[in-house]
């Protein structure tokens, strides 16, 4: 770590940490141990210092770190990378590269998962890529199912019933894992798909318990979060509650 930003610093070492890769940290101005080595810092701080610098924003910072570690493990060109997905609010995501698992995280929104997918795509650069999703959760599934047949890449529909053998239903990367490795059903097209209200309003007397009574979220926040473009704090603070 090459930082003088010390929430982006705190995120990374904790990331590092959960990965079990030692770190170092230098203000910008230190020299690099080795004039190759990898080093991450603020979008800001790479572009101005020279070397294999990786430019990381502290709200990326999971996603960043972990796509990193995935392209690091990689040796050679890769043909075929699977991409495992038990779909919910906060989706686990496994990756095998041919046939190799390469890692596993539960990202922490639909969104997130689908931008470590970008971001690990564009690093490996594989030949074909394919995404296993479970059929749970079907509004975060179709979701995920329309968004990805946008990028153009193949996708198949598998049955969790056939995974959920033997683990518990709360690890998600676990059960991802379970889901690269299944064949499941080709999905050639997008779904349409719509939040039941029942689900919204569970999600409204949720916010009101999380915020004690302040805020009620609208129906419209409601929507986004169940579809995966907010966390349940985030459209809070969307909303004006403020936790501290």
Request: proline residues 5%; hydrophobic residues 40%.
């Amino acid at each position: 770590m090459r930082t003088d930003d010390f929430r982006l610093a705190h995120k990374l070492l904790r990331e590092f940490t959960d990965h079990n890769i030692p770190v170092t940290l230098l203000s910008p101005d230190e020299p690099l141990p080795e004039p190759d080595a990898w080093w991450f810092g603020t979008p800001e701080e790479v572009k101005r210092l020279e070397g294999n610098g990786v430019a990381v924003t502290v709200d990326d910072v999971h996603g960043f770190v972990a796509t990193w570690v995935l392209a690091r493990r990689q040796q050679g060109p890769l043909k075929e990378l699977i991409v495992g997905v038990d779909p919910g609010p906060r989706p686990g995501c496994a990756f095998l590269g041919d046939g190799v698992l390469l890692g596993k995280h539960v990202a922490e929104s639909v969104v997130d998962a689908l931008q470590s997918l970008e971001d690990l795509v564009a690093t490996l650069q594989p030949t074909t890529v394919r995404m296993r999703i479970g059929n749970g959760s079907p509004n975060h599934r179709d979701q995920l199912i329309n968004e990805v047949l946008a990028f153009g890449f193949f996708v198949e529909e598998v049955n969790e019933h056939r995974t959920s053998a033997g683990g518990s239903r709360h690890d998600h990367g676990a059960a991802a894992v379970k889901i690269a490795m299944q064949q499941g059903t080709a999905v050639h097209e997008q779904r349409a798909h719509a939040t039941p209200h029942g689900e919204l309003k569970n999600l409204q007397r949720m916010s009101r318990q999380r915020s004690k009574g302040a805020i009620t979220i609208s129906l419209d926040m409601a929507r986004k979060v169940s579809e995966g473009l907010l966390s349940l704090d985030e459209a809070l603070q969307h909303s004006g509650y403020d936790a501290s």
